[in-house]
């Protein structure tokens, strides 16, 4: 038998070392659990970044897209398919908006909603050529492509691989008046995480939001939320924006909208914002294929029961409450989030996050550090009470407590 061991060394041998994962082999999943290649079982406390909030193998999406892959599962965008026009009418429906723009990666929908605002400032805001400019925010992470590191604060990601496409502006997460400041003329978009994952679960201040959606509004500059991890039922409702009423101009999706089985990304807007392109202006060879749809159009008609943010608000109130009395421990200097994400500061004591994410692999809880000292927490939303409260209570030994 080959065994773990055996097939991390194979890994470390042929894949190019742009992770460094935690020492498990993943053979199945089920749910909330995995099993490693010699039977042993985890409690998922990371759900793939969000992306698998309704557990590994739900059983209504592993349905769809078997039927699915019975009919066909790609045409390419030169040739339209019968699941096309429900998953753009019914995801744009989700979000309140008009219309869609599919794509496969988080990154790459970033990158498609960077070049949308661009066009529109061009083709309606009257921006002058090549002079438009984006605000983000200080601690951003919205993928790993070019021109979306080139405006990322953190050394990591963005060192030894300029030149940077110019064109962003970045802002202090949370600051208003920085955000005043920075908005000009030429200003076509304002790109947020509602909150900040990658950089430690990170919620702004309350009524940061809705003053940069009223700030948005004034100068007539999009407010593009980027709800890739946030969003599709993670905070307790649909959208993270939602906790403070605010409605941008453009989601950024993916991660969960493809149900942890596909990869399915979108920008979602108005149609006076996405009707800014012409045939051949932009495309993407698999972005809305069959599959894809098919897959997604499930995971939609699965949020639209409101099902899976009522249990991620509920289950998050329980685990914030727990994870609450933390601090008063020593062990955590700070906890963040909101529904059943959390963020929280490891005390220097007990070592690095990493030796942490390490500690808790042995008592068969998976969870990832971020950025030295953090544990990230993100259960699929479909984790059980006792299943929820095992893992706290693995955390709780871990830490001493
Ligand atoms: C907020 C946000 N945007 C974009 C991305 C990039 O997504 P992908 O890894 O699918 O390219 C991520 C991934 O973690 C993310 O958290």
Not at 15 to 41: I, N, S
Not at 47 to 74: C, M, W
Not at 114 to 131: D, L, N, Q, S
Request: with cysteine; aromatic share 6%; net charge neutral.
């Amino acid at each position: 038998m080959t065994t773990a061991e055996d097939l991390i060394a194979a890994a470390d041998a042929h894949c190019a070392p742009t992770y460094d994962p935690l020492p498990v082999v993943v053979a199945t999943g089920e749910g909330a659990w995995l099993t490693d290649v010699a039977g042993r079982r985890y409690l998922d406390m990371l759900a793939g970044y969000s992306a698998l909030n309704f557990g590994h193998r739900n059983p209504r999406l592993i349905e769809a897209a078997k039927a699915q892959l019975d009919r066909v599962t790609l045409t390419s965008r030169a040739f339209l398919h019968d699941r096309f026009a429900a998953f753009c009418a019914e995801l744009a429906e989700l979000c309140g908006m008009e219309m869609v723009l599919p794509a496969n990666s988080g990154a790459e929908a970033v990158e498609s909603a960077i070049k949308t605002a661009r066009k529109w400032g061009y083709r309606v805001k009257g921006v002058p050529a090549e002079m438009a400019k984006i605000v983000v925010a200080g601690g951003n992470f919205h993928g790993r492509t070019t021109t979306v590191i080139s405006f990322s604060t953190d050394p990591e990601a963005r060192a030894d691989f300029g030149p940077y496409t110019p064109g962003f502006q970045i802002v202090p997460y949370g600051d208003l008046t920085a955000m005043r400041a920075a908005l000009t003329e030429n200003t076509v978009a304002v790109l947020l995480e509602p909150i900040q994952g990658e950089s430690g679960v990170i919620v702004p201040p309350e009524g940061y939001l809705p003053g940069v959606r009223r700030l948005t509004r004034e100068r007539n500059v999009l407010f593009v939320a980027d709800e890739i991890q946030s969003g599709l039922g993670r905070t307790g409702r649909t959208f993270a924006c939602e906790h403070e009423g605010v409605v941008p101009d453009m989601y950024v999706l993916g991660k969960a909208l493809g149900g942890g089985i596909v990869p399915v990304s979108a920008v979602v807007s108005s149609a006076e914002v996405l009707g800014v392109f012409r045939p051949g202006e932009h495309g993407s060879t698999f972005g809305g294929n069959p599959l894809a749809c098919a897959v997604a159009l499930e995971v939609i008609a699965m949020l639209r029961t409101g099902e899976f943010q009522a249990r991620a608000a509920e289950l998050g109130e329980r685990m914030h409450r727990a994870l609450a009395a933390l601090p008063a421990t020593g062990t955590v200097t700070a906890v963040r989030g909101r529904g059943l994400w959390a963020g929280l500061d490891v005390a220097p004591r007990l070592g690095t996050g990493r030796q942490v994410a390490e500690r808790l692999r042995e008592r068969g809880v998976l969870a990832k550090e971020s950025h030295g000292a953090t544990i990230r927490l993100s259960p699929p939303l479909v984790v059980s009470e006792q299943d929820l409260a095992w893992g706290l209570e693995q955390l709780r030994a871990v830490l001493g407590v």
